[in-house]
């Protein structure tokens, strides 16, 4: 059935400290943005496997997939804040 919402936080944890780690720059994030940018990656990841025909509706994505999901929202977002 999957591993629940405390799965779910526990790797969105992880994926999240991973993608501030393995990319550029500073971002001033705690604890909580930290869990919620694995967590965004995780299901930005999701959605554009689905669209693409990598997974099917029940699938959920791959860890990689979801630390690749979060540096690019960490990318963004640092775009975004530079702009400002």
């Known amino acids: 059935m999957g591993m629940g919402i405390i799965g779910t936080i526990v790797i969105g944890f992880i994926v999240g400290v991973l993608a501030k780690f393995l990319h550029p720059g500073?971002?001033?994030?705690?604890f909580l943005l930290t869990v919620v940018l694995g967590i965004a990656g995780a299901l930005l990841a999701r959605?554009?496997?689905?669209?693409?025909?990598?997974?099917?509706p029940a699938e959920?994505?791959?860890?990689?997939?979801?630390?690749?999901?979060?540096i690019v929202i960490l990318a963004v977002y640092g775009a975004i804040a530079k702009r400002n």
Not at 26 to 30: A, E, F, P, Q, T
Not at 47 to 56: M, P
């Open 47 to 56: 959605f554009v496997g689905q669209a693409a025909g990598f997974y099917g």
């Open 60 to 70: 959920n994505a791959g860890f990689i997939a979801s630390l690749i999901g979060a």
């Open 26 to 30: 500073k971002d001033n994030m705690g």
